[in-house]
């Protein structure tokens, strides 16, 4: 089966909060990446809305034209919003202010009762629901016992993994993957993948969808960055010469 790519904009925004102005808009880079063949769109909406605002949550939910994948924990004012504007997927996280990324998976087991009422609201909406955990076998029966849709397995271990500790983390995506997809659950995973070490878990069987972010963004500023200057540089010649 074909594996699903959705592409997280969230650091599209970070380059636009940064200055406080309206461009880069991630739903303009939305458009392009679903015009190059992204399947869908994933954003991570913060509480303290560090990168994606609810604007663009709203605006993408109309104008994505695949999945819409809502990133978010589970805080009432986020929980309140996905209600509101209905995105295909949410992804249930955990998330530290502190933070610097999503560092770890969600603790399904530990927060079986705060996460049980939250994904029923939002499957009782017509969302479905996927749950970011670590490839541990009681996350994941965890997981399954707490009625989510989908999980996504966290490859931050694997993505810094050397040595004999990659093979070691990506068997343990793969046993975790069998396990998930055994007990009927739908298998995403994601996290600190880049071109160079997605295809060891896109060689999973049973994974069926990836989000990747921050290796796109950047490989898209990277890549586009003579094509930027050149058109400065053209930019400039035309005021000089008064055109
Ligand atoms: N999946 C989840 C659940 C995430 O929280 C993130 C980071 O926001 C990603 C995937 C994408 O990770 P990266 O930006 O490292 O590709």
Redesign the pocket.
Known sequence: MRVALHV?V??VATLRQARGTAYPDPVEAAFACERAGADGI?V?LREDQRHIQPRDVRVLRETVRGTFNL?MASADATVALALEVLPHHV?L?PERREER??EGGLDAVGQRKTLGPVIARLRAAGIKVSL?IAPDDAQIDASRALGADQI?LHTGDYANAKGAALAHELAALAKGAARAHALGLRVAA????TVANVGAVAAIDEVVEL?????IVADAVIGGMAGAVRAMRRAIARGRAGR
């Open positions: 997280n969230d650091h994933t991570h990133e992804t996280v990324t999503t970011f996504e994601g996290h600190g993948l989000n990747i972010g921050h290796a």
